[in-house]
DNA sequence: GGAGGTTATGACACAGGGTGTCGTAAGTAA
DNA sequence: TTACTTACGACACCCTGTGTCATAACCTCC
């Protein structure tokens, strides 16, 4: 398997992108409420954002989780409250991102068949600002060659996935543990990736186009609506 | 941890698959043809065996390397020049089976199609002898669960996927570099990765079948031969 | 203004993976 | 024997990731 899921970027919080901006996912830190206690000194996309600049100026593995935590005057145990580990950096969105594909999917039309939905909302899920691109396009290329990144991806991809084999199983009314959903799942999952290489590859073309067209090449073409 | 070496059972190796069995592929382990210098305490296939067996006894992130190289009676370090990580132990005779697939591919008759070939082939250069199936589930599951295992699977994916990539770039007749033979390379990965899930899953059903589905659902459609 | 509870943090210690270096053991060929 | 070659062990590191404990800094209630 390989990499890519997903793109996104940098600070959406701070670089005044209105989204929700909570740190749900990140298993360590634990939402944050703060009422009573010692107020926190940095928090996830502080970290993120700090850590993503150094992976762009010096690479991922050449920057240690000592250089993050430095750069952000707080203490490297501190990190680890933050982050299960250095790769999960980069992927501070991704809930929200996945939380888009579910709601993109939830509202497609019902005359529209699987397939076809599949082929318009994965790309527009996978959608970022320009000001973003820089920095997906270097996450997107960390995720196809960096191994710990990679091993992280995986995780990723599977939830991916079953966004999508959700999807697919209601939509083609078969239960979830059918075969069928499972490939569909598989071969989103596939584009993506293979979509994502293709743009590390050839960064001046767009990314959505190539995902599009390599959904119609992989997604299983029998799959008729019911 | 740490019992003593550990008797070896099942080499793949020395229980009668003939396969090639050379240690190509380790990196770090410079192909050992020892002509003159001190002859080597032990193998990367020696070494292999005695991890796999304590993998399977006490789990793979349980077994540190020093536990291996105890067993082995050889020091940590040697351990290192066979292998460029812990989890390199697993692949061992991946650029064995690569070959045999590439070689099963390249005899197809010319009259079958991309795909007929594909379904056919893959199950069978994936077939493995009936007193590996244990080690191999484990191994499946592995890569589907432990993070490190993962990192270094998703290099080999790359190698598989190319294997077919140019295959299905040779036999329908189209340049090297077309999304085609990728996306066909992706579909065969996602079918394989797909069948061991379920296999993992349902470890009492074989795999060959429902990897030859899962191929049929995956594989793109529209592969007319030229 | 405490007192007590709550939360974030830092300091420290430690296991484990992985690497570089150096000295040396143990072979081969001359 | 000498010279060359190769494999190995012993250290010394750096890095990631985790557990523990003391303490800082906030809250609310008295």
Chains 1, 2 share one sequence.
Not at 136 to 160: I, S
Not at 186 to 208: F, K
Request: proline share 7%; with cysteine.
């Amino acid at each position: 398997m390989t990499q890519g899921v997903v793109s996104k970027g940098r600070s959406r919080c701070a670089s005044g992108v209105a989204t929700a901006c909570d740190d749900s996912g990140m298993e360590p830190s634990p939402s944050r409420v703060n009422v009573g206690g010692r107020p926190a000194q940095t928090s996830a996309h502080q970290l993120a954002e700090i850590a993503q600049e150094l992976f762009l100026a010096h690479g991922f593995e050449r920057t240690s989780v000592a250089d993050i935590t430095a750069a952000a005057g707080v203490s490297r145990r501190t990190f680890f409250r933050y982050f299960a580990s250095k790769a999960d950096v980069l992927w501070v969105e991704t809930p929200a991102e996945q939380e888009r594909l579910r709601a993109l999917l939830a509202e497609a039309p019902p005359g529209e068949s699987c397939a076809e939905v599949l082929y318009r909302v994965v790309p527009e899920a996978l959608r970022h600002p320009a000001d973003q691109r820089r920095w997906a396009l270097h996450r997107a290329e960390l995720v196809l060659t960096v191994p710990a990144v990679q091993a992280q991806a995986v995780r990723r991809y599977a939830d991916w996935r079953a966004v999508v084999a959700t999807f697919a199983a209601e939509r083609l009314g078969v239960p979830i543990g059918d075969l069928v959903p499972v490939a569909v799942g598989h071969a989103v999952l596939a584009a993506t990736v293979a979509s994502h290489e293709y743009w590390v590859a050839h960064p001046d073309e767009d990314l959505e186009p190539i995902l599009e067209r390599l959904l119609r090449l992989l997604l299983p073409r029998p799959l008729k609506p019911q």
